[in-house]
């Protein structure tokens, strides 16, 4: 069992900067996809973000390429995503989630806000 607890949440002005952290426990991550996703009030979760622990092959929404990286450190077992250039729209709830299938495990999340 994964546990996945997400970090680095907060409000920011728009055009600033936030890295989330997404600490892993309870097992390995080799052979996961690990992603982030995020939820705006109102609307469904939407896919932001994911890499592969075993190469670092990652993908990226549209919405956020050019300003989102995401990224993992194997020694510390944590995913990160790096968000620049924060806007409005990328106001949510930020999940992180690791999946192998038919495994699949989310954190709580954590809240950005990006005021204008």
């Known amino acids: 069992q994964v546990q996945l607890v997400e970090s680095g949440g907060g409000l920011v002005q728009a055009g600033d900067s936030l890295r989330l952290s997404c600490a892993a426990s309870?097992?390995?991550?080799?052979?996961?996809?690990m992603g982030w996703y995020r939820q705006a009030p109102g609307k469904q979760r939407e896919f932001v973000a994911r890499v592969r622990w075993s190469d670092s092959n990652r993908s990226y929404a549209d919405s956020v390429k050019g300003r989102f990286t995401i990224s993992r450190d194997i020694a510390k077992n944590t995913v990160y995503l790096q968000m620049n250039s924060l806007k409005p729209e990328d106001t949510a709830i930020y999940y992180c989630?690791?999946?192998?299938?038919?495994?699949?495990?989310w954190g709580q999340g954590t809240q950005v806000t990006v005021s204008s």
């Open positions: 989630n690791a999946r192998r299938a038919p495994s699949d495990y």
């Open positions: 309870g097992g390995t991550l080799s052979s996961f996809d």
